[in-house]
């Protein structure tokens, strides 16, 4: 299965986008989807994941009560809701899929391409 991440760009901070990672073939039900980023000379970090089959999610704690993480089982798609937006937040925004309910960017099989949020003050 082929992720394709969408919706970043140029922020002001204080801003609330909202990124999209949709998948090329049906998810199955025993998946977990996750946001990742990767700030400039940083290693990627863990930001929220969420299970396919149910509501069931976690946050990094740099972003829990600012971003939401949710699904759409219909389209296949899984989304970012960003709010109050941080320079520190600016980074490559990568989805992807696996299997267990972690952190860990290793234990994810499938990525997508990645998409820039760039945050100014």
């Known amino acids: 299965v082929q992720l394709q991440a969408s919706g970043g760009g140029l922020e002001q901070a204080g801003d609330s986008p909202k990124l999209s990672c949709r998948a090329s073939?049906?998810?199955?039900?025993?998946?977990?989807m996750a946001w990742f980023r990767q700030g400039p000379g940083k290693a990627r970090e863990f930001v929220a994941r969420?299970?396919?089959?149910?509501?069931?999610?976690y946050y990094a704690g740099s972003v829990k009560d600012r971003f939401t993480i949710s699904r759409d089982t219909a389209k296949n798609t899984v989304y970012l809701e960003m709010n109050n937006l941080k320079p520190e937040d600016t980074g490559v925004y990568y989805c992807?899929?696996?299997?267990?309910?972690?952190?860990?960017?290793?234990?994810?099989?499938?990525w997508g391409q990645g998409t820039q949020v760039t945050v100014s003050s």
């Open positions: 992807a899929r696996g299997v267990q309910w972690s952190e860990q960017p290793g234990e994810y099989q499938h």
């Open positions: 073939a049906r998810i199955f039900s025993s998946a977990v």
């Open positions: 969420t299970r396919w089959s149910r509501t069931s999610t």
